[in-house]
């Protein structure tokens, strides 16, 4: 099975701050990797998909890159109401395969 | 809008069992698979299985085999996750979601919780 670590696990910046979250995979994903956010008591958001593209609608200070095993999620300018967790999850299609990374709790500083 | 609605929540004994249905609307069913998904209180998430709307093909978490059961009713657009043989850790919030690759929706979430 394929396991997923994030670091840091939280983080705490201010309002404008760059924001950086890493997720490595324990094996090679290609590109399957998605970002999401989740707020306290909501259902998750997907915020990227295939490692680097911005599900629409969604502000362009959201961005993720990567690809293999190492991949890396980046709020370009922290606001307010990006406080929550953030998750990676590698996905496999044949057959359907989920996993998600432990989560990075963001906060305001 | 697309919309996936879950029922309420639950409160089983261990060793019970729950069934927890996500009902699906806006768009058609049978072009999107669904997944269901657990979170633990204070805890991640933890996938739980998969199942094609379109053929009712499904894949479950190895954890989880022989005690889950995802399927569907394409008559009313609505998927359900049965999971048997109930524990204390089985406490959580279930979530069904939309998708294969990415899960661009998701359910509003269902609590249940195990207790004796």
């Known amino acids: 099975d394929i396991q997923m670590t994030q670091s840091p696990s939280s983080l705490s910046a201010s309002v404008g701050d760059r924001v950086t979250i890493t997720c490595q995979a324990s094996h090679y994903i290609s590109n399957y990797l998605n970002w999401y956010q989740q707020k306290p008591g909501k259902a998750p958001k997907l915020l990227i998909y295939d490692a680097s593209n911005l599900q629409t609608g969604l502000p362009s200070r959201f961005s993720g890159s990567g690809s293999g095993t190492n991949f890396t999620f980046t709020i370009s300018s922290l606001q307010p109401e990006d406080i929550g967790t953030y998750y990676c999850q590698q996905y496999d299609n044949l057959p359907p395969l989920f996993t998600f990374g432990p989560g990075t709790k963001v906060d305001i500083k | 809008q697309v919309q996936l609605v879950q029922s309420g929540a639950e409160v089983k004994k261990p060793g019970a069992s729950v069934k927890v249905s996500c009902k699906a609307s806006g768009y058609t069913f049978s072009d999107y698979s669904i997944n269901w998904v657990r979170q633990a209180p204070g805890q991640g998430l933890e996938w739980m299985g998969w199942i094609s709307t379109y053929n009712g093909k499904t894949y479950y978490a190895q954890k989880l085999q022989g005690r889950v059961t995802i399927t569907t009713d394409t008559s009313t657009g609505t998927a359900y996750m049965e999971l048997r043989s109930l524990r204390s850790d089985d406490t959580a919030v279930y979530y069904c979601?939309?998708?294969?690759?990415?899960?661009?929706?998701w359910g509003q979430g269902t609590l249940v919780t195990v207790s004796s």
């Open positions: 979601a939309r998708g294969d690759g990415l899960w661009d929706h």
